[in-house]
């Protein structure tokens, strides 16, 4: 079946930086758009970026846009999430998931991770 497993989260001091890491078996990740999403405590589950199958196309929640930077590596079948100039704001449970659909990847993809904690500290 299908797994996406998140690495990477951890409590970091605001200004810091942070890489999440999402390891996909089950599927033919070449063939699957890429989103990350998180949810916060007292927050709805919240788009933060996405990716297509070959990586030439990246969207960027306006929260994020400039700070966090989303990539793939299909060789590895993983999908990272690169989180630069973190704010205490950023602190949530960041989830990775995937969908053949490039467009609701970023709405409904039936895949998901377990999630990985990110906390800043101010």
């Known amino acids: 079946q299908v797994q996406l497993v998140e690495s990477g989260g951890g409590l970091v001091q605001a200004g810091g930086s942070l890489r999440l890491s999402c390891a996909a078996s089950?599927?033919?990740?070449?063939?699957?758009?890429m989103g990350w999403f998180r949810h916060a405590p007292g927050k709805e589950r919240a788009f933060v970026a996405r990716?297509?199958?070959?990586?030439?196309?990246?969207e960027y929640a306006n929260s994020v846009n400039g700070r966090f930077t989303i990539s793939r590596d299909n060789a590895k079948n993983t999908v990272y999430l690169q989180l630069n100039s973190l704010k205490p704001e950023d602190t949530a449970i960041y989830y990775c998931?995937?969908?053949?659909?490039?467009?609701?990847?970023?709405?409904?993809?039936?895949?998901w991770g377990q999630g990985t904690q990110v906390t800043v500290s101010s």
């Open positions: 998931a995937a969908d053949l659909s490039i467009i609701s990847v970023a709405t409904t993809p039936p895949y």
């Open positions: 089950g599927l033919t990740f070449s063939s699957y758009a």
């Open positions: 990716i297509s199958r070959t990586g030439g196309a990246i």
